[in-house]
């Protein structure tokens, strides 16, 4: 059986899963003396929607960037689309990715972060579309014409040759949103996208989000939005102390929950 060495330790691969977009397998993560997370397994199928549920600090946001390897995992694996994340094989043994592998690898796995991540000094258009130019090497014509198209798709076409600062809030999330979507990733993943904005622009980027999840993206949603992980998830999945407590339907964890300690969460955030 082939194994990951990484600084002299090895760890035992397992075969690549079949008929899933993701896997993670025993996923341990730690920053010193503080487990955040302690052995997670979590399979998503082509085309789930999976909200992470959870209190502060209980290991949502930390999993999702390992599942591209933003933060190296201490132990476990993980694969996207049958590929382990951030590893190449080398006869019986995986080594870790050189970075431009790795830049390559997370050209398919699209990310929205808290709070937009945009390039002050670039224009809307050319925050979508320089990375699938400069990563992918795509021409700019055809990036330019996709980001055209996923703007019109996001509801902000006439913004753009605006630049972030001339934007609200929801705004510069949607134009996040249509940024990773230019690469054309195979899953999405969004942590907390709506937890920097005003109540009253969390609307249209919820809007935005379950467009994307009717037209069959695999997703991987961490939120505090009950309502929409209870609209739009195919699962949703509470995550408490590094571990994963509870995961069913999102009817069975929001509406009748089995877990006590899912149950005192729903009710502190009602």
């Given at each position: 059986m082939p194994v990951i060495e990484t600084s002299g330790s090895t760890e035992p691969v397992h075969a690549a899963p079949q008929r899933l977009m993701v896997r993670a397998h025993g996923v341990v993560k730690s920053y010193g003396t503080n487990h955040v997370l302690k052995g997670v397994d979590l399979d998503v199928a082509p085309g789930e929607v999976v909200c992470l549920i959870g209190p502060s600090g209980s290991g949502k946001s930390t999993f999702l960037r390992c599942i591209n390897?933003?933060?190296?995992?201490?132990?476990?694996?993980?694969?996207?689309?049958?590929?382990?994340?951030?590893?190449?094989?080398?006869?019986?043994?995986?080594?870790?990715?050189?970075?431009?592998?790795?830049?390559?690898?997370?050209?398919?796995?699209?990310?929205?972060?808290?709070?937009?991540?945009?390039?002050?000094?670039?224009?809307?258009?050319?925050?979508?579309?320089?990375?699938?130019?400069?990563?992918l090497r795509r021409p700019k014509a055809d990036t330019v014409r996709l980001g055209e198209e996923l703007l019109e798709r996001v509801?902000?076409?006439?913004?753009?040759?605006?630049?972030?600062?001339?934007?609200?809030?929801?705004?510069?999330?949607?134009?996040?949103?249509?940024?990773a979507l230019c690469m054309q990733p195979k899953v999405m993943l969004f942590d907390e996208p709506t937890s920097a904005l005003d109540p009253e622009?969390?609307?249209?980027?919820?809007?935005?989000?379950?467009?994307?999840?009717?037209?069959?993206?695999?997703?991987?949603?961490?939120?505090?939005?009950?309502?929409?992980?209870?609209?739009?998830?195919?699962?949703?999945v509470f995550f408490d102390g590094g571990t994963i407590v509870e995961s069913g339907s999102a009817e069975q964890v929001i509406t009748e929950p089995r877990h006590a300690r899912t149950q005192a969460f729903l009710r502190a955030v009602r």
């Open positions: 390897h933003l933060e190296r995992v201490d132990a476990g694996q993980i694969w996207v689309d049958g590929d382990i994340v951030g590893y190449v094989q080398r006869g019986d043994a995986l080594h870790e990715q050189s970075d431009k592998a790795m830049c390559q690898t997370r050209a398919t796995i699209g990310m929205v972060f808290q709070h937009f991540n945009l390039f002050p000094n670039l224009r809307v258009i050319d925050n979508i579309t320089m990375a699938p130019q400069l990563v509801g902000l076409a006439e913004k753009r040759n605006a630049y972030p600062r001339q934007l609200s809030g929801g705004q510069q999330q949607r134009v996040a949103i249509a940024r622009l969390v609307g249209d980027v919820l809007a935005v989000m379950r467009d994307l999840a009717q037209s069959g993206m695999t997703m991987i949603v961490v939120t505090h939005e009950m309502g929409f992980a209870r609209d739009v998830a195919d699962r949703v």
